[in-house]
């Protein structure tokens, strides 16, 4: 990938998202960090002149079409969109409220639609984008008290694989990372004895880092013949589904 590329990481200020904008970043690439808080977190200090924080709930189609444009026009053209913006309403289907099910859905699958649609009339123009989709294998295996994530992901990469086929011949690239077990705040609040059973399901008995879901986009945002595929980053999890 050459340099200076214009990246957009949504959900990007903590977690898996901070470490894919901090790769691009450390590349030498401009990145748009986005989240819903109004204030950038100060984590971007070390990074002034190559990133631009934007505010906006990508849920909601007016306000990615509004991070889109304030991209575009404080950088002047969008490169790579990456689509990382997510929650968990976790619980098991029983309890599981509408509410709970459709909130995620709207954050996680629609919010993914919504940038890609306010982004594609730019690279349509241009003849040329890349566009990555965080996926996880629970949209592959499915998962029991998950039933709303899982739907969730599982449209993501149905999403990855029409739009892939839709662009493909204007040379916009659509593909999809799906990460198992990494290492965040949320795995961990598991237990020990959790996060050890959880290691049995792995073929390589450890759990991923932020750093290896960030490599993936890195390698995916530099490829010209790789479309429509799911990349998974989870140590042979998906071996075992």
Excluded at 20 to 30: I, P, T, V
Excluded at 127 to 153: E, F
Aim: proline share 1%.
């Amino acid at each position: 990938m050459s340099k200076n590329k214009v990246v957009i990481v949504t959900g990007s200020t903590r977690g898996i998202g901070k470490a894919l904008a901090e790769a691009f970043l450390k590349e030498g690439h401009s990145v748009v960090i986005n989240g819903r808080g109004k204030e950038a977190p100060e984590w971007l200090a070390d990074y002034q002149e190559t990133s631009y924080y934007i505010s906006g709930n990508v849920s909601k189609l007016e306000e990615a079409m509004s991070v889109i444009n304030k991209t575009v026009e404080h950088f002047g053209r969008l490169d790579v969109l990456i689509n990382n913006a997510g929650i968990t309403r976790d619980t098991l289907l029983m309890r599981m409220t509408e509410e709970d099910f459709e909130e995620v859905l709207s954050i996680n699958l629609t919010g993914t639609f919504n940038t890609i649609k306010a982004s594609n009339k730019i690279f349509l123009k241009q003849r040329n984008g890349h566009i990555i989709n965080i996926a996880s294998v629970v949209g592959q295996l499915g998962n029991a008290g998950q039933a709303n994530y899982a739907a969730s992901k599982a449209g993501v990469i149905g999403l990855t694989k029409s739009v892939a086929r839709e662009l493909a011949s204007r040379n916009i690239y659509c593909n999809a990372i799906a990460p198992g077990f990494i290492s965040t705040e949320m795995t961990d609040v598991l237990t020990q004895d959790q996060q050890e059973h959880a290691k049995t399901q792995i073929p390589l008995k450890t759990f991923g880092t932020v750093e290896d879901v960030a490599q993936a986009a890195l390698y995916l945002a530099n490829q010209t013949y790789v479309t429509g595929q799911v990349l998974n980053v989870d140590g042979g999890m998906v071996m075992n589904g």
